[in-house]
Nanobody, 124 residues
């Protein structure tokens, strides 16, 4: 049972990337999924979350208007479309679920399963 995050890479400032979060061994059909990111030497921070109750989405202020979280129910995969990327978006991005249908904030110890992380590097 695991989550696999993918889609990271190197992109120039202003560019776009789409991250994917796919489950293996279970389905995300009924569970909210959150994206986090972590810069080396800094604490992990929440980025966005999507609920499975009504599809509500949440974004931290520093990505609002630039990032979009979505879900493909057929593939049970959650995406994070990132546009207008900035050098300060450079980080390892993780997806996670706490097996709840609603988003409950970004307290990372509440999340049971994490993807392995995918590196996003934005050059200036």
């Amino acid at each position: 049972v695991q989550l696999q995050a993918s889609g990271g890479g190197l992109v120039q400032s202003g560019g776009s990337l789409r991250l994917s979060c796919a489950p293996f061994g279970f389905t995300l059909k009924n569970y909210a999924v959150a994206w986090f990111r972590q810069v080396s030497g800094k604490e992990r921070e929440g980025v966005s979350c999507i609920e499975r109750t009504d599809g509500s989405t949440y974004y931290e202020d520093f990505v609002k208007g630039r990032f979009t979280i979505s879900v493909d129910n057929a593939r049970s995969t959650v995406y994070l479309q990132m546009t207008s990327l900035k050098p300060e978006d450079t980080a390892i991005y993780y997806c996670a679920t706490d097996f709840a249908p609603s988003c409950n904030g970004y307290t990372d110890w509440l999340y049971d399963y994490w993807g392995q992380g995918t590196q996003v590097t934005v050059s200036s």
